[in-house]
């Protein structure tokens, strides 16, 4: 199929990658191939145990009883190595790929472990384990870099387990977290909009908003680079901070504003099942899509919403209505990315991108660098 072999180019290479090449090299649930799941996002198989711990996340039993458990993996583990070769002796060590490496604040990052052979994998990221799905011989995940991540190196750690519940890799890698001179806007809100300022308005909406663009779906269900959502134009960008009515910066701005009138057409930006369809009063008529593997779209302050929560979309399906309901100054689009529960910048989902060669120095890391980002 076309797109394993894209990933397979991937990994091997050397080859020039564009975004969509990568894209679609990791878009098998799109092409029928579902991707799976490797356990739950509650099970957490760095805290409580050492790093050469054989547990696996499935091993719920073994976990509860560190000390025993480890000791009777372990026994387990060498008598049957000196009885018969077993899966886990002759099994490569897994790479780890961290794209891109360098990241900025704001940006999306993709997790590639190459393990062939390897059951289940996971990440540890800022205090959470997410896990990864399964592609084959590979694990990918994406997370999200906050506009107002700590700048420096980070720790992210990852974990892959073998077919018979043995650890295969615990590594922890730096991820370099480089900070973005963010614009700063003073905004003027008046009248009773600016009722709608008060922080408890604000927390309310993202209560309402949070637990369905925060999970996981497994496999991708999108196709290519995402479209955008809107003909209108762009009229503000992602991570501006923002300052109301002369107060001090209080929030930076989530998404991409695109301008138009009320009524004018909002289209799914890619395919995906609809994870939220409903009101708040900071965001007026919304509609979040969730796209799998962690990634949701959101729209909002909309005149009218056409689909409900459960239907499936396909990208540029009429999803709904501009307008300029909630905290809004005119009729406009207020469009997101969000990525494991973070709001990162879309332009890079929407762009069409080549990227430096990945293999100059035969590491990975250097695609979707930032700089070429802010080329295209
Ligand atoms: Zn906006």
Same mark, same amino acid.
């Given at each position: 199929m076309a797109h394993s072999e894209d990933l397979e180019r991937v990994i091997a290479g050397p080859v020039r990658l564009s975004r969509?090449?990568?894209?679609?090299?990791?878009v098998g649930a799109g092409a029928g191939m579902l991707l799976t799941a490797c356990g739950g996002d509650d099970l &957490?198989?760095? +805290? $409580?145990?050492?790093?050469?711990?054989?547990?696996t996340p499935n091993d719920t039993e073994q976990a509860g009883d560190a000390t025993?458990?480890?000791?009777?993996?372990?026994?387990q583990s060498v008598s049957q190595s000196q009885a018969e070769p077993t899966p886990a002796a002759v099994l490569p060590e897994p790479k780890v790929y961290v794209i891109p490496s360098p990241v900025s604040q704001g940006e999306t990052v993709?997790?590639?472990?190459?393990?062939?052979?390897?059951?289940?994998a996971s990440m540890s990221w800022q205090g959470q384990?997410?896990?990864?799905?399964?592609?084959?011989?590979?694990?990918?995940?994406?997370?999200?870099? &906050?506009?107002? +991540? $700590?700048?420096?190196?980070?720790?992210?750690?990852?974990s892959v387990w073998g077919p018979r519940g043995e650890q295969l890799l615990w590594q922890e890698t730096v991820v370099e977290i480089t900070g973005v001179e963010w614009t700063v806007d003073n905004?003027?809100?008046?009248?009773?909009?600016?009722?709608?300022?008060?922080?408890?308005?604000?927390?309310?909406?993202?209560?309402?908003?949070?637990?369905?663009?925060?999970?996981?779906?497994p496999g991708l269900l999108w196709l290519g680079v995402f479209d955008p959502p809107s003909n209108g134009?762009?009229?503000?960008?992602?991570?501006?901070?923002?300052?109301?009515?002369?107060?001090?910066?209080s929030e930076y701005h989530t998404g991409i504003d695109f301008g138009g009138e009320t009524g004018s057409a909002?289209?799914?930006?890619?395919?995906?099942?609809?994870?939220?369809?409903?009101?708040?009063?900071?965001?007026?008529?919304?509609?979040?899509?969730?796209?799998g593997a962690g990634v949701f779209s959101g729209y909002y302050h909309l005149s009218e919403v056409l689909e409900t929560a459960g239907s499936v979309v396909e990208q540029g399906a009429l999803i709904a209505r501009m307008g300029a309901t909630g905290l809004a100054t005119g009729p406009h689009l207020h469009w997101e990315v969000v990525v494991r529960g973070v709001t990162v910048n879309p332009l890079p989902w929407l762009r069409l991108l080549e990227f430096p060669d990945p293999y100059q120095d035969l590491n990975p890391a250097n695609a979707l660098s930032s700089t070429n980002l802010a080329e295209s």
């Open positions: 969509r090449t990568v894209l679609r090299a990791f &957490d198989p760095f +805290a $409580p145990r050492s790093q050469t711990t054989p547990t025993e458990g480890q000791q009777q993996v372990g026994q993709l997790l590639l472990v190459e393990a062939p052979g390897a059951e289940n384990t997410f896990s990864l799905l399964h592609n084959e011989e590979r694990f990918l995940g994406f997370f999200g870099i &906050d506009a107002n +991540a $700590p700048i420096g190196p980070q720790s992210l750690g990852v905004i003027q809100i008046d009248g009773p909009n600016a009722a709608l300022l008060d922080p408890s308005i604000r927390r309310a909406d993202e209560r309402e908003r949070l637990p369905h663009q925060s999970g996981l779906t134009a762009i009229t503000a960008l992602y991570g501006e901070h923002r300052s109301f009515n002369g107060a001090p910066i909002v289209t799914a930006s890619n395919t995906g099942v609809v994870s939220w369809a409903g009101r708040t009063r900071r965001r007026g008529n919304g509609i979040i899509i969730d796209h």
